[in-house]
């Protein structure tokens, strides 16, 4: 009998034991309930005004746009509002409003459960007064301290004020897709209608929208939409707000929305400030709804004049017919983006070609090139003969056979300077062979142009690349070597003057800046029409129009046209072509994108310092003949500066041309590298890869 009492004593130990634990638990909730009431008590009732709409400014401070313009927001009463839109707002969102203090214990419950179960926070549990107090006060993150202070918000919001004033600032403030805040916005917005007036039908199509305003507004997916509505019926059903017959009644009704107009275009840079939109949703990690109402300041870029300029060259130049066009301009020192057109009609197509599409860009690839060059063991100097080549790979198999501009040839041994001026396309793939396409590959990665693939046309710009990423990559040209990411956003505050957003990378060094110096400066013969020898350099004809130190490139495909130059001040893309795969009219088409450029540049420089390009130590300066390479004399006057690696400038002058053949003539950085190439070009080279090709016409 002994140990059986022994037992009993134990177990009735251990539950006065758990009476106790379980006893100083409860008194802890509720001591914690108490201060936590207390806590919200003393804080007193909230603010209740509407968010106040996001500023979009330039960079003079100047306002762009103000989500304001677009937005409609009007507030009335609850009894101003259909009672099937209360009621099927409660049955969908919150079927205990009227019963619970702000927060459903069981819902928050069922939520951690299936997050723990999913190791998300997907699933959520917020009633209308959690919701309320997040559309007036705080984000829409999903994380658990944002989630605690939607609790304190909603505790404070059910303490000082009444289920019916909570329910009608919550219907009057949340967001219905469109540009409409609150339901009375919406309704006239869906069916023309005060909210009043909807019937059962009209009040639950609505009442699914909130919850994806894209996703289920009826003007974008009607089916989806009324998928939704069918939900809100059963659910109104099963709280028996309307009968199984009404439910009915208003799936078989047919819906009249109000025709809507489209939207008025932006008046200020809306390419622009679509793209900033988007960047402040993935780089500030901010919602739709703080992007739009948010309250916030962003401090853009943007250079309103240079915009200006920029939309109306663009109107001035562009044809009537469905060319279109993309502009960017960046300001190379910092990398800021000063004026951005995606497109030649942003009320006809908003989408951005700048910063969205993929275009080959022909020639204006091959200054990456010729820096790859520079960098193993190329001069200015050195020559490649220019004349009709076909290139064999594949052990032989395969042929790739690039020409120049309407075929026109030197026969001549010529200079890297002059393949840059007159866009020479043999000498740049024999360039490119020779000292192995995955140098250039990687000068392109370098300067964020991602990752292409190892081709012969890539030297010809055979491969896709992004307008926006092209302008940026040439930044690094202008700037020493020195370049980051484009620019859009200097900073996001918040209605306190707090930063929330702004970017701080820092420029690196991706180039070298003697090799660049070097580049930019053979780059400045695009413009110079001395330089003609056996045809004409590709920008002479925009060349009296440019006031500064400029250098640049064009390039063409059958579909693409561009013109990119730069001063050390200010980086400009031009790119024209067709949405759909067209050919661009060369005759009438082909220069619409340097008439632009030109035009713009013109402008933009107008009242901007002269400045030279930064000419870094290492680099020296040599008056060469820009054909032989040779140093001017009597015998070969008139010779340009040009830019040399100390060690590299040619140190022979000009003499009495003596009479040989071509192939008598031969520049050879590395004798041993030209000779293995020559060799492959016949075909001999025993590690030839198995290369695509597509032959990119281009100049």
Not at 231 to 249: C, F, N, P, R, Y
Not at 287 to 301: D, F, N, P, R
Not at 666 to 688: A, Q, Y
């Amino acid at each position: 009998m002994i140990p059986a009492t022994r037992g009993r004593n134990k177990r009735v130990k251990q539950l006065k034991w758990l009476a106790k634990f379980t006893f100083l638990a409860f008194m802890c909730v509720i001591i914690s309930i108490i201060a936590l009431l207390s806590y919200t008590r003393m804080q007193g009732p909230p603010p209740m005004e509407l968010a106040f709409p996001t500023q979009f400014l330039a960079n003079d401070g100047s306002m762009i746009d103000s989500e304001e313009a677009g937005q409609n927001r009007t507030s009335v009463s609850l009894e101003e509002m259909s009672p099937y839109l209360v009621d099927a707002t409660i049955a969908i969102e919150d079927r205990k409003f009227f019963s619970h203090y702000g927060f459903d214990i069981k819902r928050i419950g069922g939520a951690i459960l299936a997050n723990v179960q999913s190791g998300s926070k997907e699933q959520g549990a917020s009633t209308i007064t959690q919701q309320y107090a997040r559309n007036l006060y705080l984000s829409h993150e999903k994380t658990y301290l944002r989630k605690w202070n939607e609790l304190l918000y909603a505790l404070r919001l059910e303490m000082n004020f009444s289920k019916e004033e909570i329910l009608e600032g919550y219907l009057n403030t949340i967001y219905y897709g469109h540009g409409n805040y609150g339901i009375e916005a919406a309704s006239m917005h869906f069916f023309g209608k005060p909210a009043k007036n909807l019937s059962l039908a009209e009040a639950t199509m609505i009442a699914g929208v909130p919850k994806g305003p894209s996703y289920y507004s009826p003007l974008n997916d009607l089916d989806r939409a009324t998928s939704r509505q069918h939900t809100i019926l059963t659910s109104m059903v099963e709280a028996g707000a309307i009968t199984e017959q009404e439910a009915d009644q208003a799936k078989q009704e047919k819906l009249h929305f109000v025709d809507q107009q489209a939207p008025e275009a932006q008046e200020v840079a809306p390419y622009f400030q679509d793209h900033v939109k988007a960047l402040m949703k993935k780089q500030a990690s901010l919602t739709e709804e703080q992007v739009k109402a948010g309250g916030l300041s962003v401090q853009t870029t943007l250079d309103p004049k240079l915009q200006q300029q920029a939309e109306e060259l663009i109107e001035q130049h562009m044809p009537e017919n469905e060319l279109q066009v993309a502009l960017v301009a960046i300001d190379p020192r910092t990398n800021e983006v000063k004026a951005l057109v995606g497109g030649k009609d942003y009320e006809d197509s908003a989408y951005n070609r700048a910063t969205q599409s993929k275009r080959h860009p022909g020639s204006t690839m091959k200054p990456f090139l010729y820096y790859a060059a520079l960098e193993n063991g190329f001069t200015p100097m050195t020559t490649f003969l220019s004349e009709p080549t076909s290139f064999t790979f594949d052990e032989g198999r395969e042929k790739y056979e690039p020409s120049n501009y309407n075929d026109i040839y030197a026969n001549d041994y010529i200079t890297m300077l002059e393949a840059i001026s007159y866009s020479d396309n043999i000498f740049a793939v024999k360039t490119h062979l020779s000292i192995g396409e995955e140098q250039l590959v990687q000068v392109a990665e370098s300067v964020g142009l991602g990752t292409l693939k190892q081709l012969p046309s890539l030297a010809l710009g055979a491969q896709p690349v992004s307008i926006l990423d092209m302008a940026n990559a040439y930044t690094a040209l202008a700037n020493g070597g020195k370049m980051k990411e484009p620019v859009f956003i200097k900073s996001v505050a918040d209605g306190e003057g707090t930063n929330v957003f702004e970017q701080t990378e820092e420029q690196k060094q991706v180039l070298r800046a003697d090799t660049t110096f070097i580049l930019t400066d053979m780059m400045q013969g695009v413009f110079e029409p001395e330089l003609n020898s056996y045809t004409s350099v590709t920008g002479g004809s925009v060349s009296k129009k440019l006031s500064h130190p400029t250098a640049g490139k064009s390039g063409s495909t059958p579909r693409d046209s561009w013109m990119i130059g730069y001063t050390p001040q200010l980086v400009t893309v031009v790119w024209t072509g067709y949405d759909e795969k067209t050919d661009i009219n060369q005759f009438t088409e082909g220069q619409v994108a340097k008439r632009i450029w030109a035009d713009f540049m013109q402008q933009a420089m107008e009242d901007e310092l002269t400045l030279p390009f930064t000419r870094p130590s290492g680099v020296v300066m040599k008056t060469v003949d820009p054909h032989t390479g040779l140093l001017s004399n009597e015998a070969c006057p008139g010779g340009r500066p040009t830019a040399f690696l100390m060690g590299t400038e040619p140190l022979e002058s000009c003499s009495e041309p003596e009479e040989t053949e071509p192939n008598e003539k031969e520049t050879k950085p590395d004798d041993g590298l030209f000779r293995r190439f020559f060799r492959w070009i016949g075909g001999n080279e025993e590690e030839s890869e198995h290369w695509q090709h597509r032959e990119t016409e281009e100049r």
